[in-house]
């Protein structure tokens, strides 16, 4: 996974990055409100859940990318979010604080994605999951993580219709 981006490809994701929040947000708003904390199975994620676990890997996401940036050899800690969903009261968190800890961290951390040069892409550290981990790992998956939970909460949405 620490293969390089390019630049073009970079700035793609910086921009997917930033722009997700509001894709989140407008997904939201097409969940009828008798679907919001419905599951599709046992032990899986309401549309509501979803949206408490993304503030929380946003925030852990906000610290990773930081420790990877200015500390020397950094360990970046992974978490069970099965586990937090469930220590933390997910179904009856305010979903509101979770949509906003979202904006508010993409809103903190795009600007300073942008300015970065190239040679700071390819600092790294070490995740206690996956191993070797770099400033464009970090970028990689975190372009991705709100897009991916977006459709987890279309197809949450659809399950319900459907059931």
Partial sequence: ????LTGEERGRRIKQYAS???RLREA?????????KWRPEPGEFSVHEIVCHCADSETNAYSRIRYLLTEEKPVIVGYDPDVWAREFDYANHPLEAALATVE?????????LGRLPNEAWAKEGTHTESGRYTASDWLRIYSEHLEEHIGQINRTVDAWRSR
């Fill in 1 to 4: 996974m620490t293969t390089p």
């Fill in 104 to 112: 508010a961290v993409r809103g903190n951390t795009a600007p300073i």
């Fill in 28 to 36: 939201l708003a097409s969940v009828p409100a008798e679907a919001m």
């Fill in 20 to 22: 997700a929040p509001e």
